[in-house]
């Protein structure tokens, strides 16, 4: 009896899993959809949608490597100065990375708009 009830449960897991998924699959699909059709080509739609995921999801990666950065900088360099030159590399390249990523969507637009005519 006990076997079936936990049979049921994982059963009513699964399919509230597969309904999420399906749920963030047609939404991304819909949002994919929409900046093809703003931008009037399936190509360029397809990159302006890969170039806000990656503005997205840049910013707290990059946050979190400028935190170990900083703990390389800030707590762990005080003992060792080889980690002191590390921690400020690392913060270094994750701020040119955030500002890259941040940057690239709006340059891309600016080039489909003008320079595409």
């Given at each position: 009896m006990?076997?079936?009830n936990t049979y049921a449960v994982e059963q009513a897991i699964d399919e509230a899993t597969e309904s999420k998924i399906v749920e963030i699959k047609d939404n991304a699909a819909k949002s994919l959809e929409d900046?093809?059709?703003k931008y009037g080509s399936d190509i360029y739609g397809l990159v302006a949608y890969i170039l806000n995921l990656v503005r997205v999801y840049s910013i707290p990666l990059c946050f979190?490597?400028?935190a170990i950065g900083a703990i390389h900088?800030?707590?762990i360099g005080i003992r060792k100065l080889d980690t002191l030159?590390?921690?400020m590399a690392l913060i270094v390249t994750?701020?040119?990375i955030l500002i890259i990523c941040q940057i690239l969507p709006l340059a891309f637009a600016v080039f489909v708009k003008f320079g595409r005519g």
């Open positions: 006990v076997a079936s900046y093809q059709e979190l490597g400028i900088q800030y707590v030159e590390k921690g994750f701020v040119t």
